[in-house]
Each structure stands twice: as C-alpha cells, then as structure tokens.
C-alpha cells in the first residue's frame, strides 16, 4: 500500500504516529481527527482524508482507536523491513543521530558509525561501534549495508561521499549542507534545514 | 517577493544555494537549470521555473551567472534580517545546531544555548554561552528572543515546552519526536527526521 501513497501523506503520517504513541502511552482509547487537526496545525478533511486512504475510518463523535490506528500506520509504513544504515562521521550530529529513538520505531537501524579520528575510533555510541573510515569496503561486504547518513563536517563531504561510494554505498542521506555530486547509481537524499526552518518563517512570518 | 513564493519553493532555492555557494568558491562563472536539475534530481523546467519567480534569467547555451544568482536568492529569502534563536538542550543535536555553517548564511543565529545540565552550564559552544534553563525568562527579557530550538530528550520536550513558551517564547522548532501542546499564540514547526528518511526510501523504493 505505501507505494500508493504521496511523499507528503507519509510525512503526514508519522507526525500522526507521534501522537498516537504518546496517546497510547498515556493510555487514552480514542483520538478524533480534529485533535489531530489542532495538534499538528493540519486541515482537518485533510487528516481524514490521509486516515481514509490507509483504510482507516473513525466512529463519529468518538473518533479512532489509538492503538489500531498507530499500528497500522506502522504496519503501512513498512516498520517491520528493517532498513540498516551507517552513520558517517561520529561527530554530535552523528552520535545525536545515532540516538534517535524515533528511527527503530520505522525500521530504521544504524549499525554502526565511521570516522578518521583517532579518539574516537573502537568507541561506542549505544552499542554501535564506530570504526575507521577505511574499514567501510569490508564491511560493507560483510554485512551488506547500502545506505549511509552522512554527518561529517561540510568541507570534506565530497571526499567522504565519493570514498564511500565507490566502497559501495547506493544510498545517500546527506546533513551536510552541500550538494554531492555522486555516480548515476548513487542516490542522495538531502536534508535541508535550513530550508525547512525559513518555510516555518514564511509561514509565520517571522521576521 | 519571498510572500508570493511557495513553501517548496523557498525549500529547492535554499538547495540552489548550496550548489551556487560551492560554484562561487570553486570560482565557477556559470551554471545551467540543466546542470541545477542533475544535481539535484529536480526537473528542469522545475528549476527554470523557480529561477523565473525570482526574476532571474539565464542566457541561452550560458546559463546563470553564480555570483549573480546567489546573491539574488539571500536576498530574496532576506538571508540579512536577522532571527535570534536560542537552541535548549546543550546535548549531541543541541550541540551540533548551534555549530551548523548553513544557518548564518540565512540570518538564522543563534545566540544562546540552555540546559538543565551543570557540568554543561556556562560552557561555551562556538562563543555561545549555556545558560541554565531557568535564567530564560530573564533572557527573553533582556534580548528579545522569541524563538526556540527544541533539542531536549522526548521525555521532557512536553514540560520543557510549556516552561519556555511561558516565559515568552513564542516560536518552536521542534527537534524532539513529540508533538507538542502548545499556547495558541504559539507556533511550533516540527522537523519530522523520520518522515523525512521515510519519503526518500518511498521515491527510492528502499526495502
């Protein structure tokens, strides 16, 4: 099913997951798209519709049970294919990443992390051990992990992505703010925030 | 200009940016929508399009001057009107944020962190003082502030929220996987990672 679904409506969808977790935690039985709505700042036909298009529909004036709706936004969303990642470079942005606890929750694994320095090489961070930098072929081929997160400082992204690359990375999720220029089987997914801060700016006019 | 543009707009001219910046450094004179639209795997005329809503034209077979078109994007996105903010949770993201090149060079500044933390207060990271969380009243106060980064642990996002909102925030960008209840007159931008690593494994079909 989540191949029928926009980009947006999945983004949609794990903020609504974000609710519905704390709901379930605090134990509350029900949510109604308006609070959904009200929560998130999201027009609420729209949340209905995103709720309708996983096949999930509300009782009126009750609204949706926490628990089926969180479940099968997991389930939709694919959280049980595990998706193993490396994180490169284990600077405070890797080692924050690293510890996200939202990314088990959607099948997102990191493994493992890599760096060139010295202090920070045979380390852990949550039991992920970081390794160094050339160390990335065989382990690759050990353990057949495709997708990387880069988090290194910008002035060095480049080289870092094009060494891992050709060691055999496929996929690219990019912090750093620069754009890599990668081979045509390589995919990069950039994470722009600052992009992401000055929409919140046009939104609210903040300025 | 920047109110006629679109949120999505505003999002891809920030990621031009980061192609032009690298372009000016490497003193690169020129650049195509077609090379825009390769590195970024965006359709050309995507690209052409945006440049257009912008009033910048490129020459034919020449393409956009960089310098030119670098400026003419800060400039549209009013990279010179400074927003103050203050980063709370002086941990791995915290940390990683107040220290993020990209933000400056769109007037985002950062100008102050706070912890709870004592073995963290009146640090420094990066000339940026962490002050202890309950100094923040006195700080809005004395400076004007009146927008939060939101890095704390989830657990505490919640409180933390209500605390600083409190005390005269009025603006959140949320870094913590939780939705968070808020004063109406205040607005909270959730920066949604997993949604975001989901949207890409949707485009690439990552399983």
């Not at 409506?9 to 977790?21: A, C, K, P, V």
């Not at 930098?133 to 050990?142: R, V």
């Not at 690359?165 to 722009?192: H, R």
């Amino acid at each position: 099913m989540k191949n029928s679904l926009s980009q947006r409506t999945i983004n949609r969808l794990t903020q609504y997951h974000s609710i519905l977790r704390d709901y379930v935690k605090k134990d509350v039985k029900n949510i109604t798209s308006a609070q959904i709505s009200n929560l998130l700042d999201i027009d609420e036909t729209q949340v209905r519709k995103d709720l309708k298009s996983i096949n999930c529909k509300g009782k009126c004036k009750v609204g949706y049970n926490t628990l089926e709706l969180k479940d099968t936004i997991e389930s939709v969303l694919d959280y049980k294919i595990i998706k193993k990642a490396f994180v490169i470079g284990a600077g405070n942005l890797g080692v924050a990443l690293s510890k996200y606890s939202k990314f088990s929750e959607f099948g997102l694994e990191i493994v493992a992390l890599f760096d060139i320095d010295k202090d920070k090489i045979n380390k852990s961070v949550e039991n992920k051990k970081i390794y160094p930098l050339d160390k990335i072929k065989q382990i690759i081929d050990e353990t057949g992990v495709n997708i990387a997160i880069l988090t290194t400082p910008n002035k060095v992204a480049q080289d870092v992505a094009q060494y891992i690359t050709k060691a055999g990375i496929k996929y690219i999720w990019n912090f750093a703010p620069s754009i890599l220029v990668c081979p045509n089987d390589v995919k990069v997914w950039n994470e722009n925030l600052i992009g992401s801060f000055l929409q919140f700016c046009a939104i609210e006019n903040i300025t």
